[in-house]
């Protein structure tokens, strides 16, 4: 598929208002998305989980305007209250994807967010925010398009969720999803992301993700910035191919169940991001203090313990402790014992891999 694809040529239904409501997650990239090329392709494949409990709600009130405006036409609530901050983000997502949904000067739109996590717990919403907005715009595309069919809307929305923010593409399904081609994954695509099409060892079925907010204030670097830190980067095409070669090596490691192989990806990719921040230019450091901390108590504590349990890490200093199911109770003593101690007020959010976005 090509973009053009995702323009519509004729909606076959008026619409005058209606409402909408979706909830979706949050999700964690084990090979990390990081430097893009224009339009919001990424520079290599990722491949991420979906989370259950980190979730946006976001509701969508639609009213169709008397003429057609010569701009977009909203109004912005998060939790109730309006946040003329979260504007301009959503002016450029409306600005990118309106090729692709030329319908939306048609519209009034009133846009009611809100998160699952704590307010400023340095957990990016972008992701769960940007997804949950485009299916909310998918669902009044369906009502002006009645026969698209099930595929083409999550595909799409997954396209539109990209241009507001690359790894929102991820959010639309569960469990494991890949955005970006890669010549050994059938039908993946730069475009949008896809549920992960090969085997996977029933190990990694509910996988658990307890994310430690170590510093909860705002970010001094955005992502954005960081993406484009990767053009003219010295070690950019390296990383690119390492990008590659560790989904290859994935693909056995999903198959085969081999938690060993699974750590050494998956934290060396953290480790890669971060690497990557240092030494771009001009570099810029994300981890704090603390976040080593934890990583030396997981490392002497998976040492100990026999447990599978590993980290992965965001472009921020949160650690996301990653374990199976069947190691919960212990790998949760050793958090509450050993690491909570390290997190701002001691605050930490239990999650896991669930299923993607919901219609409410
Ligand atoms: O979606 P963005 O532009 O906020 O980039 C997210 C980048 C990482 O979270 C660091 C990695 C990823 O693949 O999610």
Known sequence: ???????????????????????????????????????????????????DTCATTTTLSYK?????????????????????????????????????????????????TSNSFPHSSGIASSASGMSALALCLMELERELNPHMDTDFFKRK?????????????????GDMVQWGFHKDTLNSSDLYAIRYPYKVHPIFKNYQDTILLVDKGTKQVSSSLGHNLMHDHPFAEQRF??????????????????????IKIVESEA???????????PYFILMKPNTLEIINKIWAFRASSKTHVCFTLD??????????????????????????????????????????????
């Open 64 to 112: 169709k305007l008397k003429n057609k405006g010569s701009d977009f036409s909203f109004d912005l609530l998060f939790e109730g209250s309006p946040k003329e901050d979260f504007k301009p983000k959503i002016s450029t997502f409306f600005k990118r994807t309106e090729p692709y949904m030329p319908f939306l000067k048609g519209y009034h739109f009133t846009i009611e």
């Open 271 to 281: 480790l890669t991001l971060h690497a990557m921040m240092m030494t771009s230019m």
């Open 1 to 51: 598929m090509t973009d053009k694809d995702f323009i519509p040529s004729s909606y076959t239904t008026d619409i005058r208002e209606g409402k909408v409501t979706y909830k979706s997650p949050s999700n964690i990239a084990l090979v990390k998305y990081w430097g893009k090329k224009e339009h919001q392709i990424p520079a290599n494949p990722s491949i991420s989980l979906t989370l």
């Open 241 to 262: 191919d390492q990008a590659h070669k560790n989904l290859t090596k994935l693909k056995r490691v999903f198959e085969e169940g081999n938690l060993l192989e699974f």
């Open 157 to 173: 929305a997954s396209f539109l969720a990209r241009l507001g923010s690359g790894s929102a593409c991820r959010s639309i399904e």
């Open 315 to 360: 472009a921020g200093a949160n650690v996301h402790v990653l374990y199976p199911e069947n190691e919960k109770e212990e790998v949760y003593q050793f958090i509450s014992n050993e690491l909570v101690a390290y997190c701002e007020n001691g605050q930490y959010i239990c999650d896991q891999i669930g299923n993607g976005a919901k219609k409410l």
